[in-house]
Every structure is written in C-alpha cells, then in structure tokens.
C-alpha cells in the first residue's frame, strides 16, 4: 500500500454555489491569508459550480515550495490554466515553454544572462534614472503617482535594452498593449468557464487587438535586423541583436521564436521590477528614518557619481531594503503549477492532475519564520540572517531549475534607479494604504502618491 493512500485530502474551504470566485475576486491575497490563518499551510479552493468548477491547491509553506520547484520540481508543469492563457496571448517562450523544448530555449538564453553581460547594461539603466531625475525636476509638481514613473521608467529601460535604436518604435505600443494583456490574461485564467480567446467577448477583443499590435511591431524590428544583419560588422549589443546572432550547435531561433523570447523579456523586465521599486519607494516614504540611512549610504558608495555596478555591490543596506520590500510585495505574488504524480504536500495527499498555486504572498509573512511578518524591517535581511533561514521562507523570484533568468538584471537596475532617485529627492508617501491587485504580476489599485522635496 502507498504511503500516500493513508493521507488525507486537504481541507476544503467552505464555499457556495460559485465556490470562492466571489471572495477570490473581491479580494485575492486577503482571501489566501485568511484560508491559510484558518485552514493551515494547504487549502482547496473550488472554482466555480460543484462538479464543474476546478479545486485548485494554495500552498503557504516554505518546505512544500522547494518540493515544488526544487528537489520535485520535474513533478509539477506549467500546465494551468493561467501559463495556458500566457502561451495563447505572449507565445510560448522561456517562461512558459517545458521539457526539451524549455532546455532548447535556456541554452540560447543563458550566455545572455550572465552577470559579466547584464553588468554591461548598468550605464544605460543609470542614464534613464538619470533622465527621470532631470524630468521631475522641471515638471516642478509635488505630488506624483510612483507606480506610474517606475511603470514608465523600466519599461523604458527594457526596451532601450531589448531594441536598442529601434526602442522608439516600439515603445508606445508596448506601453498601450501589455496592461490589456495582462488584464485579460487574469480574468481568463480565474474564469469558471474558459472561452476560447477567439470568441468575440470584450475581454477578447481588447486582447486581440493589443496582441496583434504587440506582434506585428516586433515583427517589424526582427525583419529589419534580419535584412540588414549581413552589412553590420559583429553582433548588435542590445538583446534582440544578440538573440539573432545565438546560436545552439548551428541552430538559430526562428522569428516566430525570437519574438516569443522578446515579448517574456518584455513582460518579466519592467512589470516586476517596477513594482519592487513602486513598494520600496512607498515604504520608503513612511519610513524616512529608514530612508535617512539609505541616503547617507548612497552619499558615501556614490556620492555624486554615476552609480555603477560596483557601486550597486557595495550597497548593502539599500538591498537589504529592497529585499525586505519585495517580501512584503513580491512581484509574483502567486505561482501555479499542475501536479503529474499522486504525492504529499504538507502531510495531505495532493492528487495527480490538480493545478497547485504557491503563494509567495502568504510564505513571506508566515508567522512560523517571520516575526512580526507585517513590520517593514530591513533588518531581516543581514547577511547572517539570511544564512539562517528557509531557502523558500523568500522567493520574489521563485526557485529551483526554473527560477528567474533576470534575477540579477532586475536586482542590479533596482540598486541603481534607487542610488540616483534618493540622492536627489526625499520621498513622503501621501497614501499609506493602497490596495492591491492581482493581474500577471502585484499591482496597486489605486495611484501610489508620494511628494518630493529636497533631502
């Protein structure tokens, strides 16, 4: 008999004739915490009408993360209904393809990603935090929305990296197109009953309309480099050039391919990042004793020089702050997986075919390695006390084999927009509350205002 025979399922939230769609809408990460405070560390959630709705697994616990996407991790795919909907608006790139298909694409992707190239995109992440600092100082306004210039501001700086000359083309209808995708992304995953996106629902529409607008400007700038690739000498240095040149045993990647690859870029490098520098500014901004000691570690690393990548080394408080952000915020707030085998999770029996959401959300304030987990306290993040804790007690960027390929790019242009920011304004956050949203990644409700002054 297996072991997994003898376990229990685990604990079904009550709900009604919808299941948690209503709660689930209203009000997502509240719901989890509440279905965590009351239910423990595994929870089924139904989806829809009984019998017809999905029961979908939320998982809080650190040691049930790393089975999922570390020493488990070949037992849980990509195969939910959200990473469906991503393949079917963005295409199947890194993020959501799987199996040899998904090591194909890493091998292309890898030497793109390695600390020496990512560090050579320092000047131009500092030039455009550069750029902004000029801007808000002739607009002369006192209140402005962070979340909307850090929006503004990586994407910016993703797509100067991703296009290079050709970033002015692409730019405004990047900015247009990825917020009605991702909304719609969203909505069409949570649905209790999937349409097909070609079914002409307004959602659908909109979807459509910005994919095709999305698509067909990428499509453009690809057939560009291609026609001119021969005439350049040595490869393009921004990341669409250099994903024309790679090569994996003589294959290249098809258009089709390096458009995929573009548009995950696109996604993964300026929403999560904006929104890590969205909540750290807005903490900043209630916390200025805290912003106080950031400054005056700024002045003594920088001073008033460009801030390099070495500099974004020796910044160890201002990281310490931006990791402490993150766990209160994290970009993915909620990551999903689908179960291939019977197995335990958190000693209840999870079976074969169920979609399984860990939620970082939850993780980051779980009480059993978070003391006082709703206290914003950089502290938590000393070298040594880091040492100490859980490997998954933290994962803004997820874990395992799969875990974020940006990882370093996002943390290093966070060091360095922060380091150019805060050495030339002083933040005071007007709205200390701000309800959160669930979309492909954590975005605020409401505009996130904040006053700037001279420090």
Not at 82 to 110: P, V
Not at 130 to 146: F, G, K, P, Q, W
Not at 185 to 201: C, D, E, H, M, N
Request: hydrophobic fraction near 40%; include cysteine.
């Amino acid at each position: 008999m297996s072991s997994t025979t003898l376990l229990r399922p685990a604990p079904l939230v009550a709900a009604g004739l919808l299941g948690s769609v209503r709660e689930l809408r209203r009000d997502f990460l509240g719901t989890l915490l509440a279905a965590h405070r009351d239910y423990g560390d595994l929870v089924r959630l139904r989806v829809g009408p009984p019998k017809i709705g999905p029961e979908i697994h939320f998982l809080f616990h650190p040691e049930g993360a790393h089975q999922i996407f570390g020493s488990r991790w070949q037992d849980y795919r990509k195969d939910t209904r959200f990473y469906q909907e991503m393949r079917g608006i963005l295409g199947d790139g890194l993020l959501t393809s799987q199996d040899d298909e998904w090591l194909r694409q890493k091998r292309f992707l890898q030497p793109l990603f390695t600390v020496r190239r990512v560090n050579g995109y320092a000047e131009a992440m500092a030039e455009e935090a550069a750029r902004l600092t000029r801007e808000l100082r002739h607009r002369n306004e006192s209140v402005l929305d962070v979340h909307a210039e850090m929006t503004r501001l990586t994407l910016r700086i993703v797509v100067r990296v991703l296009f290079g000359a050709d970033s002015e083309l692409a730019l405004p209808v990047v900015r247009r197109a990825f917020p009605v995708l991702g909304k719609a992304g969203v909505i069409r995953a949570f649905s209790p009953v999937p349409l097909p996106l070609s079914w002409p629902t307004p959602t659908n529409r909109r979807a459509r309309s910005a994919q095709a607008a999305l698509f067909a400007v990428c499509d453009e700038i690809i057939a560009r480099r291609r026609a001119v690739a021969g005439q350049v000498k040595g490869p393009a240095d921004d990341f669409l050039g250099m994903l024309l040149a790679a090569r994996d045993g003589g294959e290249r990647l098809t258009d089709q391919e390096v458009r995929e690859q573009v548009l995950v870029f696109l996604l993964a490098g300026h929403e999560t990042t904006s929104t890590a520098l969205s909540f750290t500014l807005h903490l900043l901004g209630q916390h200025l004793e805290i912003q106080r000691r950031v400054r005056d570690e700024i002045a003594a690393v920088v001073g008033d020089r460009t801030p390099t990548t070495e500099h974004a080394k020796a910044l160890t408080y201002p990281t310490m702050v931006l990791k402490e952000a993150m766990r209160l915020f994290p970009s993915a707030p909620v990551i999903g997986r689908r179960s291939t085998v019977p197995s335990e999770l958190c000693g209840h029996l999870v079976p074969a075919g169920v979609d399984i959401v860990v939620a970082p959300w939850v993780i980051h304030r779980h009480p059993e390695f978070w003391e006082s987990p709703d206290v914003f306290d950089p502290e938590r993040f000393t070298p040594e006390l880091e040492k100490t804790r859980h490997r998954y007690a933290w994962m803004p960027f997820g874990g395992g084999p799969r875990t974020c390929i940006g990882q370093h790019f996002s943390m290093l242009e966070s060091v360095i927009i922060l380091s150019t920011l805060l050495r030339d304004f002083e933040f005071r956050t007007v709205t200390p509350r701000v309800p959160v949203d669930v979309r492909i990644t954590l975005r605020p409700k409401i505009p996130m205002l904040t006053t700037l002054r001279a420090p």
